[in-house]
């Protein structure tokens, strides 16, 4: 399950020139506002046509200029949710999710109660969208979208007019959609938050452009690649191994086996096996060259320097802990002081991790 997009698009204030491919998964096309994201979208679900393209869902050419393919919106088989729900509302929830079923061709594809029941909506199937919360409108939407048996779903900002609340409870829908759903999704987001808490695969766009692309982790480790405000960071695939209420700790690890990254983190409520992306800033990891003792932090991983990278008066520092790579901003005069080079052993000393739960910028919890 692929996709291939190869664009270009020129306006008269603005060009657009993006090509990436993306696996199953959720593909984060990320970027700050006005730098092309909505319009890629547009391309991808035919409501905007390229000068040049050629676009490849899963095999079957969506677009192809030179061939003179471009197959129209209703046949592309493309499920589209935006930033409002845009249910049709003296209808039920139930009839809005059969609307969906209206533009599928065919038989097959899940039934409206699996698709009611993967996004938690079965309770709700009677009522009326005006009697719905902002997030349980936005579950119906992607619903509605999902039975029309889409050959990819395209997310454009789905969160952005909800309220923290409502985000913290529409997430691990999404999280289920991109892990059993079993279709590519596509996922515009200006939130490094969201976007590590979701993506597989993250695209960023700057003025019409592919500045980077790659797995999350590696693009969320790159401090060229986010946009300003928001601050690098390492991602890491962690599951939740266990809890010890006694002490009050969550045990994660992961990636990787046996030997792999190990986490203690406050409590947390996810059962165990529950995998979830974790965020470590760069600046709440600190390095030491010995083993520290007599330290409050409960998490020191023993590891190698991976990269050095000088920029202004920091060094961003790259420390392979097994399969794992964290990221560090030190100053440079401490890199000189602890004498760090490539293939250094140090002890990452991590102070706190972003858990993106809520998406609120800048919650941590100290670990
Ligand atoms: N229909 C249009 N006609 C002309 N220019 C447009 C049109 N739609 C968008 N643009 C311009 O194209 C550029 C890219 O816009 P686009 O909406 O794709 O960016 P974006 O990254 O999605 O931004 P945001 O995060 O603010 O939604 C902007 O400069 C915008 O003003």
């Given amino acids: 399950m692929t996709i291939e997009v190869d664009v270009a698009l020129r306006r008269e204030t603005f060009s657009l020139e993006v090509a990436f491919t ?25 409501l905007a ?95 509605r979208a999902l039975l029309a048996r889409p050959r990819l779903l395209l997310m454009d900002e789905p969160l952005s007019a909800l309220d923290e609340a409502r985000k913290r409870e529409i997430l691990p829908y999404i999280e289920r959609l991109r892990d059993e759903a079993g279709l590519p999704i596509v996922y515009v987001s200006h939130s490094v938050a969201e976007v590590a808490r979701l993506a597989s695969t993250v695209v960023v766009l700057d003025a019409g452009r592919v500045a980077g692309q790659g797995p999350v982790d590696a693009v969320l480790r790159r401090a060229d690649l986010i946009p300003d405000g928001a601050e690098a960071g390492s991602v ?60 409050s932090a409960r998490n020191v991983l023993p590891g190698r320097v991976a990269s050095l990278r000088e920029e202004g008066a920091a060094c961003l520092v790259e420390v392979a802990c097994g399969e794992a790579i964290l990221l560090a901003r ?30 609120t910028p800048g919650a941590r919890i100290e670990i």
Avoid: W, Y
């Fill in 22 to 46: 993306a696996d199953a998964g959720l593909t984060a096309l990320f970027g700050r506002s006005g730098s092309g994201k909505t319009t890629v979208i547009d391309l991808i679900a035919g």
């Fill in 236 to 295: 890491l695939a962690m599951t939740v191994e266990g809890h010890d209420a006694a002490s009050g700790l969550t045990r994660l690890t992961g990636p990787g086996e046996g030997r792999g990254l190990r986490l203690d983190v406050p409590l947390l409520a996810l059962p165990p096996g529950r995998r979830l992306n974790l965020r470590l800033p760069a600046r709440d990891v600190l390095l030491a060259t010995e083993a520290p003792r007599g330290l």
């Fill in 330 to 359: 030190l100053t440079r005069a401490s890199a000189l002081d602890l004498g760090l080079a490539e293939g250094a052993p140090v002890h990452a000393i991590v102070k706190s991790v972003a858990l993106d739960a809520g998406l």
């Fill in 49 to 143: 046509q390229p000068q040049r393209g050629r676009i490849v869902v899963d095999g079957t050419v969506l677009l192809d200029t030179e061939k003179g393919v471009r197959v129209p919106v209703h046949r592309r088989r493309i499920g589209c949710v935006f930033q409002e729900a845009r249910l049709l509302p003296h209808l039920s929830v139930r009839q809005n999710l059969r609307f969906g079923r209206l533009f599928s061709r065919g038989a097959g594809g899940p039934s409206l109660d699996a698709v009611a029941d993967l996004l938690g909506i079965a309770a709700l199937l009677e009522r009326r969208p005006a009697g719905l919360s902002g997030g349980e409108r936005q579950r119906v939407a992607i619903g």
